[in-house]
């Protein structure tokens, strides 16, 4: 028989006090409590086992209770820029996956909407029904106004995609036939197999920085797929975020020449933060010299 769980709340000051008692230094009692008032213990917990040794609790020696809270706003400025750059890839996404299908001889405007038109039927009800509920819960003026103009109860395609979330974009792009999907992925550069897996691992990757988890350190549910001719990602853990940072980097050169600055974005955040080890997040020995990451004149 499972024990109840019995451990007792604990005060901000008795939390500061446990960490000590585990070996942490905290020289500002004070500011560790205010930090523990505003950031969770358990979710710090993530970020002081890096810290602490392999099997038990106790903080390894010279810990300070400052290297852990820089460790945690490393991954929350991580994650801040991270999902700005895949919202610029899934507008652009959404553009795509409307502008080609409504211009399909084979789709068309409403053509999303027939299950027989998809590679696998099944999954695409599914698909539907994921899109009816987003559509229902849409509180876009554009989508009353068509309804209340309109017959039908399906909206046009470039609708559509601005009311359903990533992932339902992302499962519908993945069961378009392979004629579809490359009208997607060629202009990237890309296999459309791999487009498809890139862009489930970028939803879920979006999903742990919105709902503020760890990316740092994280071995990731969901393996992009390893495209087979690009020499930028041969060789690179893909279960680690060092992998879809250089997706995002790929797929932002291809869409407008990553005018944002992704790339000195991410090198500027690193040269902020010299002390975070770069092997837990999957970055190559050199891989500055990536032709992905190497500076360009």
């Known amino acids: 028989m499972k024990p109840h769980y019995r451990k007792p709340p604990l005060?901000?000051?008795?939390?500061?006090?446990?960490?000590?008692?585990?070996?942490?230094?905290?020289?500002?009692?004070?500011?560790?409590e205010t930090k523990l008032s505003h950031i969770n213990y358990y979710r710090l917990s993530a970020y002081f086992r890096f810290f602490q040794n392999e099997h038990t609790h106790m903080f390894r020696s010279n810990v300070r209770f400052e290297d852990v809270s820089r460790l945690y706003y490393f991954d929350k400025k991580l994650r801040s820029i991270i999902f700005y750059a895949i919202?610029?890839?899934e507008v652009y996404i959404r553009t795509s996956y409307a502008?080609?299908?409504?211009?399909?001889?084979?789709?068309?405007?409403?053509?999303y909407a027939d299950d027989e038109?998809?590679?696998?039927?099944?999954?695409?009800?599914d698909i539907l029904a994921s899109i009816e509920t987003d559509v229902r819960r849409s509180k876009e003026v554009f989508v009353s106004h068509f309804f209340e103009k309109y017959e039908g109860d399906t909206l046009p395609v470039w609708m559509m995609v601005e009311v359903i979330s990533f992932n339902t974009l992302s499962r519908l792009y993945g069961n378009l036939k392979a004629s579809e999907q490359k009208k997607i992925a060629q202009p990237l550069g890309l296999h459309e197999s791999v487009l498809a897996g890139w862009l489930h691992a970028l939803t879920y990757v979006r999903n742990l920085c919105a709902h503020h988890a760890r990316v740092w350190n994280k071995l990731l549910a969901?393996?992009?797929k390893i495209p087979?001719?690009?020499?930028?990602?041969?060789?690179?853990?893909?279960?680690?975020?060092?992998?879809?940072?250089?997706?995002?980097?790929?797929?932002?050169?291809?869409?407008?020449?990553?005018?944002?600055?992704?790339?000195?974005?991410?090198?500027?955040?690193?040269?902020?933060?010299?002390e975070v080890p770069l092997r837990n997040m999957g970055f190559s020995e050199k891989w500055e010299q990536n032709p992905l990451w190497s500076d360009k004149v």
């Open 228 to 274: 087979r001719k690009n020499r930028a990602f041969q060789g690179l853990e893909n279960r680690k975020i060092f992998f879809v940072l250089s997706m995002i980097l790929y797929l932002l050169e291809k869409i407008d020449g990553d005018e944002y600055g992704f790339r000195q974005e991410i090198k500027g955040l690193l040269a902020a933060y010299p």
């Open 11 to 32: 005060s901000f000051r008795d939390q500061v006090r446990l960490l000590q008692s585990r070996g942490l230094i905290v020289t500002n009692p004070e500011f560790a």
């Open 117 to 125: 038109k998809m590679y696998d039927p099944g999954r695409h009800r």
């Open 99 to 111: 502008y080609h299908t409504a211009m399909s001889d084979t789709l068309g405007v409403f053509g």
């Open 222 to 224: 969901i393996r992009p």
């Open 87 to 89: 919202e610029k890839i």
